[in-house]
């Protein structure tokens, strides 16, 4: 019996206990769980009614270890102070001095329960389930006492084990007639009689003990009887040359070659031509590059074509790395190449109207179609020929403009104080911010926020917003020229003009233009249209450029200088060029030489409908045209996207 002291002043007061355990029971039947009685008082009376208790088993009156997890029992009747339960910890009772903890709360209440204290001592009683145990046993203990299964090691190793190699040496007999025999077994068969030929169900009789009447495998037979062979799943090897009426409806296995069929059957990995009229509902998978010439129809939505397909109306695509390709009939080319590519288009001998060429552009280079000798393409395209012109009167000693990429903000700087911009495309100027001296050369960024100005003894100044304050970026020094990409993030000096990106750069001489792919790594010199070449401005892929020419004319070219064409009709003295990403806006400017007053120029260029190209258009990256045959040497573009330019 035991006593317990309430943690809660204001539930449960006191708890008397006993444990009591059915000692004179068959030990072997008590298994683990115990039972447990005790006193419980409530507000300093005994109990009454239904109450939870959770008990747990501890190593130590306070503190210690847990020895099971906690154990609950729900709705304890309590009469007059005094229940009684059961308890069942699993078998944690090995002669280790144990403390029985009790929590107790009434019963259909969800809060915690109430902790008594003291833990309860477990007396010397439960260790009677211990006893069970053989480590605690003395003597001779009834084999009618066990249960359970005794391990092989404490067998007798006279007894067999059925996972042991056995060696029985007294005489067996074996009287059951299910006895089942399993593994090797090995001695003489002499003395066996009454064997049954259908049990033999392992190892091999050898050739020698079969009459002569049965067939071998590696013998040469003559098979007498009239012998049918019913399963199909019988093998017959041998040359079959001389087998006759052979039923071509009852080859069910194996692939014919295809050097068996003949050459009318169509292979998917050969080039065919189906000149008949041919109607594919299923789907239908073709791998190799098939002419259909017939009449096809393909009316099932799941057929699946993979590879190229080319004819009158379907045109496949094509991918071309490279700077150049010979265009044929009803094809795609997918320009891919980093510099200008050059399609040639087919002649006009090759073609019937109505065929197809399509050319995007795929590479950053953009594209270029070039006519055979007597062929031309109408359309609506941009031209250099066709260009706007304004002139505003600010005469002055200009030296450089740039242009944004909208074509409306123009700055301008010179022989003058300060820089001077337009936000009309040119139609006006007036300065802007309060930056004094003279500059040699002026760039903007895309959208005119970024300005670049330098000088020789202004250094290099940025400003990014528009030219309203500035700050040094380089001091003084030989700056005669500057430009910088769309975004204004790239900056070059010299007698240069560089793309959207920056990684297409033009620079030049009096003489000569050379075009880089790779912001300067690699250059190419290009076509000029004159020497004398003052100043030079490109588009963001270098395929349009515009060049000045001191005390000249001002040249534009839409395909990299393969042809040009003069857009002034006096000569001028052109100190600095500028031209927007797609070409479309040229700004020029003009310093004061002799009988030149000086001014800004500012050119427009756009489509023009029923425009007539005999040599080439073009377009930039982005930009796709698909070119219809009209027959009399003549194509038309009947779709096309982005800017397409003839010159």
Not at 71 to 90: C, K
Not at 223 to 237: H, K, L
Not at 266 to 274: G, K, Y
Not at 301 to 330: M, P
Request: net charge neutral.
């Amino acid at each position: 019996m035991g006593e317990n002291r309430c943690v809660n002043q204001k539930s449960i007061c006191r708890l008397l206990v006993f444990v009591v355990l059915a000692a004179a029971m068959k030990i072997s039947a008590q298994g683990t769980a115990f039972f447990y009685q005790g006193r419980l008082n409530d507000g300093g009376a005994p109990a009454n009614g239904a109450y939870d208790l959770r008990f747990a088993l501890f190593d130590a009156v306070t503190n210690g270890n847990a020895i099971s997890l906690p154990q609950t029992n729900l709705a304890v009747p309590v009469a007059s102070g005094v229940f009684a339960t059961n308890i069942d910890f699993g078998p944690v009772f090995t002669g280790t001095n144990y403390w029985l903890s009790v929590g107790v709360r009434t019963n259909g209440n969800t809060g915690a329960f109430t902790l008594l204290w003291p833990r309860q001592p477990l007396l010397p009683v439960p260790y009677a389930m211990f006893a069970t145990s053989a480590s605690n046993l003395l003597g001779t203990l009834a084999a009618t006492k066990l249960t359970g299964t005794l391990a092989d090691a404490r067998l007798s190793t006279n007894v067999g084990l059925l996972n042991a190699g056995q060696v029985f040496s007294g005489t067996n007999t074996f009287t059951n007639g299910a006895n089942a025999f399993y593994g090797t077994f090995s001695g003489n068969g002499v003395n066996l009689t009454n064997l049954n030929a259908s049990l033999v169900a392992t190892g091999t009789l050898a050739d020698a003990r079969l009459t002569t009447n049965v067939a071998l495998l590696d013998h040469n037979q003559t098979f007498s009887g009239v012998n049918s062979f019913t399963n199909v799943a019988n093998t017959f090897a041998g040359n079959g040359l001389n087998l006759t009426s052979l039923n071509g409806s009852q080859v069910s296995v194996g692939t014919v070659a295809d050097a068996r069929l003949s050459a009318n059957v169509a292979l998917l990995d050969h080039i065919q031509t189906f000149t008949g009229t041919n109607t594919f509902t299923g789907p239908a998978t073709f791998n190799g590059s098939n002419n259909f010439s017939g009449v096809n129809i393909f009316p099932n939505g799941g057929n699946s074509f993979t590879g190229s397909f080319f004819g009158n109306g379907l045109v496949g695509w094509v991918q071309v790395t490279g700077t150049s390709q010979q265009a044929v009939r009803d094809h795609g080319y997918m320009m891919s190449s980093a510099a200008q590519a050059i399609v040639t288009l087919p002649l006009s001998t090759t073609l019937t109207n109505g065929d197809i060429v399509r050319v995007s552009g795929a590479g950053g280079g953009g594209w270029l179609v070039t006519n055979n000798s007597g062929q031309s393409i109408i359309g609506n395209f941009a031209s250099y020929r066709n260009a706007t012109m304004v002139t505003p009167p600010t005469p002055n000693d200009y030296k450089s403009v740039a242009v944004s990429a909208d074509g409306i903000h123009v700055f301008a700087v010179g022989n003058f104080n300060g820089v001077q911009a337009s936000t009309d495309s040119g139609l006006s100027f007036a300065q802007v911010g309060t930056l004094s001296g003279f500059w040699n050369s002026v760039a903007c960024s895309a959208n005119g926020k970024i300005v670049y100005i330098a000088s020789n003894t202004g250094g290099v100044q940025k400003s990014s917003d528009g030219g309203l304050s500035w700050s040094s970026l380089a001091g003084a020094g030989t700056w005669n020229g500057i430009s910088c990409s769309a975004d204004g993030s790239r900056l070059f000096v010299g007698n240069v003009a560089c793309s959207g990106g920056g990684n297409y750069v033009a620079t030049f001489t009096g003489s000569t233009i050379s075009v880089s792919t790779n912001a300067g790594t690699n250059w190419v010199s290009i076509p000029v249209p004159t020497t004398g070449l003052s100043c030079v401005g490109v588009s963001s892929d270098c395929t349009r450029v515009v060049a000045g020419v001191n005390n000249g004319l001002l040249y534009a070219s839409a395909n990299q200088g393969a042809t040009w064409i003069a857009i002034t009709s006096t000569n001028q003295v052109w100190t600095g060029v500028d031209m927007t990403a797609d070409g479309s806006h040229i700004g020029g400017a003009v310093g004061k030489s002799g009988s030149f007053d000086g001014g800004i120029y500012h050119f427009h260029i756009i489509a023009q409908p029923n425009t007539t190209s005999t040599t080439a258009i073009g377009g930039s990256q982005g930009a796709a045209v698909e070119l219809q045959y009209l027959g009399g040497n003549q194509f038309m573009p009947v779709s096309s996207t982005g800017l397409i330019w003839a010159n």
